[in-house]
């Protein structure tokens, strides 16, 4: 009598199909409960219905018991999600795996582990890439491709695999300091951001100041638009991220202040000449940091011949688009504002009520994007989500990171073309956070150091932001500053109310930053 237990496969290895059985029972059974514990999971707030795998691959030698799979996630209410989950099935599991639960195979109960937490996988994505291997799932194909940036050294191997702490949507594994791969675990169809971006700047805007791209995992289904699961980039040497770093030299700066303050009177000269003598290092970074975005901007205005990367005049209609989805933002912000007046801290609900009385003074922010096609200004492709901590800071230098865009919008939107000042006043916006953290609530001196160094980085900036950009292919921004500061105003409220919101949605108590800026913006004008 034939036996009713499936075949392994080798050496007493279950067979490729009693494991892909059990992945649909582990799915559909089990991760319901394991994904809202995940960090990277985004879905926490909705309930999930259902859980089932959309294809799976063996990932193979190296990792004969590791399956790169996508799960289609169905919650309560709202559209559902794909999510990249690879697993590892075995009898038991390393200490450091992620474990997510266990499931029968052929008898016996399997430990089921989300496989990047697991140094031999992680090597064995790095050999998949070495071998440029193609995996046959149930439904399509997973490819590993090299690009040009690829070092040769890593097809020999060697390199020590370790899964970085603290990420938030995506995951990644770093080689030894050769490698970053990057996985997408909310992959959508169509061509990544993060992969188009930053292999147009490694190959043809030769940027250097971004992560080369090395490769990236490439999901074809039988049918209907490919998937970039995973991006690999050359890994960048670093001494951290750019607003930690900020945010450590003003904190200094606040202290010095202070101790000066109690050893003399601080008029207003005495506390720019202070900030000037004390940051002037930091200061002469943000010059820097200006020129590189004007950099990157000419980089990415650099090829006419690209359809997808190509300038274009922004228009009247661009003009009408962009103001009516900001003044959308306004009124949606306001409302939220509103709603929960009663729950905010009492310093942050003094200013949104004055906010909430001169909801015209915010809309009067909104005007000044008609100088933009008046000075024949173009709209690129831009990094999209442009802030302090998209950067690292190396020995002398900055490295931009990140060229997903704001991922809660959607895919066309993170890839159309927009105005290079969305990513200025971005980066404005930043300062400003990095000013507001470090000097919160302090005594007076201490808070005109605060207000001063604001000033100083943002003219410093934007003054080699715009020196660095009259020399793009084509005109990317107003280029006397007062009719820079009238443009960049609708994009910098864009950026404060969107804070706004995510502090009332995260962190509360935060809600009084964002605040502070939406009420300067208000009461000068629309001057950022």
């Known amino acids: 009598m034939a036996s009713k237990t499936p075949r392994s496969s080798r050496a007493g290895r279950p067979a490729a199909a009693a494991v892909g059985a059990a992945l649909d029972r582990f799915a559909a059974e089990r991760l319901a409960e394991a994904l809202p514990r995940q960090r990277w999971f985004g879905g926490k707030g909705r309930r999930i219905v259902a859980v089932a795998v959309r294809d799976a691959a063996p990932l ?17 209410r709202g559209p559902g999600e794909t999510c ?31 496989a990047l937490g697991d140094p031999a996988v992680g090597g064995a994505l790095l050999a998949a890439f070495a071998e440029a ?33 603290g990420e938030q949507s995506n995951t990644s ?32 805007g030769r940027f250097a100041h971004v992560p080369q791209l090395a490769g990236a995992v490439e999901y074809a289904p039988a049918d209907g638009e490919g998937v970039t699961l995973a991006v690999l980039h050359r890994f960048t040497p670093n001494h951290g991220d750019g607003f930690t770093w900020v945010l450590g030299h003003l904190g200094r700066l606040a202290e010095f202040v202070a101790t000066r303050a109690e050893r003399e009177p601080l008029g207003g000269e005495r506390v720019v000449q202070l900030v000037r003598d004390f940051s002037a290092g930091l200061l002469g970074a ?52 509103r709603a929960c007046l009663p729950d905010l801290p009492a310093p942050a609900r003094g200013r949104a009520e004055a906010l909430l009385a001169d909801e015209a003074g915010l809309t009067a ?19 999209g989500d442009y802030h302090l ?18 991922p809660a ?62 020399g793009a292919p084509a005109r990317l921004a107003p280029a006397a500053r007062p009719a820079l500061a009238r443009a960049l105003a609708p994009f910098a409220l864009d950026k404060a109310l969107y804070e706004v919101r995510y502090e009332i949605d995260h962190r509360p108590a935060w809600v009084a930053v964002p605040l502070r800026g939406l009420d300067r913006l208000r009461a000068a004008g629309g001057m950022p």
């Not at 191997?157 to 970085?164: I, Y």
Request: charged share 25%; aromatic share 6%; net charge negative.
């Open 60 to 76: 193979g030698d190296g990792a004969p018991d590791t399956w790169l799979t996508l799960v289609d996630v169905a919650f309560d």
């Open 286 to 337: 943000m010059r820097r940091l200006g020129a590189l975005t004007g950099g990157l901007h000419a980089a990415l205005a650099s090829d006419p011949g690209d359809p997808a990367f190509a300038p274009e005049p922004i228009g009247a209609g661009d003009v009408a688009r962009w103001t009516e989805r900001i003044a959308g933002d306004l009124a949606l912000t306001l409302e939220v504002l």
């Open 389 to 406: 901590g998209q950067t690292l800071r190396t020995d002398d230098d900055f490295v931009v990171l990140d060229f997903e865009g704001e």
């Open 409 to 470: 919008r959607p895919l066309a939107e993170r890839r159309a073309k927009h105005s290079p000042l969305r990513d200025v006043a971005g980066m404005v916006r930043s300062l400003d956070y990095a000013a507001a953290t470090a000097f919160g609530d302090s005594p007076a001196a201490a808070a005109a150091a605060g207000a001063t160094w604001r000033r100083l980085a943002v003219d410093a900036f934007l003054d080699a932001y715009l020196a660095e950009a009259a």
């Open 365 to 383: 922010c909104l005007g000044g994007l008609d100088a933009l096609p008046a000075e024949g200004c173009a709209k690129i492709r831009i990094h």
């Open 84 to 114: 990249v989950v690879p697993l590892r099935v075995r009898g038991d599991g390393p200490p450091d795996a992620e474990g997510l639960g266990w499931v029968d195979l052929e008898g016996a109960p399997a430990r089921v582990t989300d």
């Open 173 to 204: 594994i770093v080689y030894g300091e050769a490698l970053i791969l990057k996985v997408f675990r909310k992959p959508e169809a169509g061509p990544n951001p993060e992969h188009e971006m930053t292999g147009f700047l490694t190959a043809r």
């Open 133 to 165: 291997r193609t995996l046959r799932a149930r439904r399509g194909t997973i490819s590993f491709v090299r690009a040009p940036a690829f070092p040769a050294s890593a097809v020999a191997g060697g390199l020590a695999a370790r899964r970085l702490s």
